[in-house]
């Protein structure tokens, strides 16, 4: 299997969204970090990442990890990545997966 990176690539976060239908009690959702970087061997979740990113990442990590990729026929200019982002809706946050 190949060694697959993930680059945090951009963090957003939607206060009105947060306001209005969020449970104040969450704390800290997120502990990502601008430009933070973790490698995947053998498509186990790095240590760090959050469970529900890697859910979302996962079956592209693994399609790439085996040698896949050209997500949606050309989507990314470089066939081996994906741009993807989490499902939290009030501070996605979106990552390049490549392989290394």
Known sequence: MKRIKITVMRM????????????????????????QTFVVENCQRPEGMCHSAWETLL???????????????????????????CNDGFRPVTFLVEVL
């Open 12 to 35: 957003a976060c939607y206060s009105d969204l947060m306001e209005q239908y969020e449970n104040p009690h969450i704390e800290q959702a997120c502990n990502m970090s601008l430009g």
């Open 59 to 85: 079956p592209f990590v693994r399609e790439l990890a085996q040698g896949g990729g050209n997500f949606f026929d050309g989507w990314m200019l470089n066939p081996h990545s994906a741009m993807l982002s």
